[in-house]
């Protein structure tokens, strides 16, 4: 009872800040250093706390009671090359993502654990004239509790089933250009074309939700030598309960919503997609193993960003509210591989390195700043140390994006344009120790 009260209050007391740059659109899955070290290729062979995460079947293979506290601290940067001959870069990202995770036995054929993780999440902001109309900031904030229990069927099998409980916050802002508002306003009113400049207002919606899903895995010994792995999430459905508010409206803008400032209730659907990995691991020697992994991301149930503005009434403010709303997705299911190897030098240091690549989920037809993602490739590697009873794990993990060549409308009814070749690249680098008691 000790240890549980441990772990509930230190999951307490983790920062709230734990998101990244979406890595396969909003995904951010570097759960510990152990298995950032191996490229997250752990699905078969993870013997530590965070197999609450990866494949929870593998709470049977743990030794005794264990806790792992871990930091994840992430260096992203993006720019892209407009086709109005200038080189936008977004602002750099330094951001800290914990988790902790706890495993126990609790007999021969059982065993259960808990996972306090942040494994979606992102961050960007632009200060540019020519993004600013598209995004200036987008965050999303994901904290996920998971417990889970386990069983050992038989000497060959362990199957596991979890809950899943997340908090999302979400946070959207960007400038609301005035000139071709007003201007659109007067000539709806008038029946005259002009052109009103006007300064910029600015627009934010701010919301958040508790969802629920649950996931099953399966370990399977094929023999002395070789182990399959099988994990499933269920997608996890937010509605982001909130408000949209504007201020710095002016000129007929202002009119309509009465003053220079405005706020509505309004709620924003955004769903986390189910989740499929399966791998297999080998034991090539007695100090030396690898293993191969493909997981099916179900981004497709990403369709649109269509926010409902619940407290408006007036079918002219609905009217300029609903202006680009909904916005189309279209995101589809992707295929991410993975491989890693893991050396043991001796009883008391092991390496490792791996290789992943993610494509995008999101087609060029929608593709927009406020999540600016693209094929990424990484490179991994990894130093474990392991003492009497606690090991203290070290990894990093190189993130290259593919350049992005983007010919889409998104921001012309604003009257800009995000076209041109967008970059992104990030460096991770993680810390985690665990303790067995």
């Not at 396969?24 to 062979?45: C, F, K, P």
């Not at 200038?86 to 021969?108: C, D, H, K």
């Not at 899943?164 to 008038?190: C, H, P, Q, W």
């Not at 997981?295 to 926010?307: G, H, M, R, T, Y």
């Amino acid at each position: 009872m000790k240890k549980l009260s441990l772990l509930i209050w230190v999951s307490l007391v983790l920062p709230g800040s734990v998101f990244a740059v979406g890595s396969g659109g909003y995904n951010n899955d570097i759960a510990d250093a152990r298995s950032l070290g191996n490229g997250m290729a752990v699905v078969a062979r993870i013997d530590s706390p965070a197999c609450n995460w990866y494949n929870p079947a593998c709470l049977t293979q743990t030794e005794g009671a264990q806790i792992s506290l871990s930091g994840m601290y992430e260096n992203v940067t993006g720019d892209f090359d407009s086709v109005f001959g200038l080189n936008i870069e977004t602002e750099e990202g330094n951001y800290f993502i914990p988790s902790l995770f706890y495993s126990q036995n609790i007999n021969e054929k059982l065993a259960y654990g808990i996972g306090v993780s942040s494994p979606y999440g992102l961050k960007t902001e632009w200060d540019n004239p020519i993004t600013d109309y598209v995004a200036t900031m987008t965050e999303l904030k994901v904290i996920l509790f998971n417990p889970n229990i386990a069983y050992t069927v038989n000497d060959q099998i362990s199957i596991a089933f979890g809950l899943d409980v997340a908090r999302a916050d979400g946070t959207m802002k960007k400038k609301i250009n005035e000139t071709v508002l007003n201007s659109a306003l007067y000539a709806l009113s008038t029946g005259i074309l002009a052109l009103l400049p006007s300064p910029d207002a600015e627009s934010s919606l701010d919301g958040s939700d508790t969802g629920y899903g649950w996931n099953v895995a399966l370990l399977y010994k094929i023999n002395d030598k070789a182990k399959a792995g099988f994990s499933y999430r269920s997608p996890i459905e937010f509605s982001l309960d909130g408000k949209v508010a504007f201020s710095g409206l002016n000129g007929l803008t202002a009119l309509v919503f009465g003053s220079a400032s405005y706020s509505v209730d309004a709620s924003l659907d955004l769903p986390l997609p189910a989740t499929v990995t399966a791998g297999i691991s080998y034991q090539i020697s007695e100090k030396t193993s690898v293993e191969m992994d493909i997981e099916l991301a179900q981004w497709s149930k990403l369709d649109q960003f269509k926010i409902d503005y619940n407290g408006e009434t007036d079918l002219t403010r609905l009217l300029v509210l609903n202006l680009d709303n909904p916005v189309a997705k279209d995101w589809e299911d992707t295929w991410n591989t993975a491989i890693g190897i893991e050396h043991k030098i001796d009883e008391t240091y092991a390496v490792a390195a791996g290789m992943r690549y993610r494509p995008t989920p999101v087609p060029e037809e929608t593709f927009e700043i406020s999540i600016p993602s693209s094929d990424l490739f990484d490179i991994h590697g990894g130093v474990f140390i392991s003492f009497e009873s606690s090991k203290l794990d070290f990894s990093f993990s190189y993130v290259m994006g593919k350049a992005r060549d983007i010919d889409n409308s998104v921001g012309y009814t604003s009257g800009t344009s995000i076209n041109g070749e967008h970059h992104l690249k990030a460096l991770v680098l993680g810390m985690t120790y665990t303790y067995k008691f």
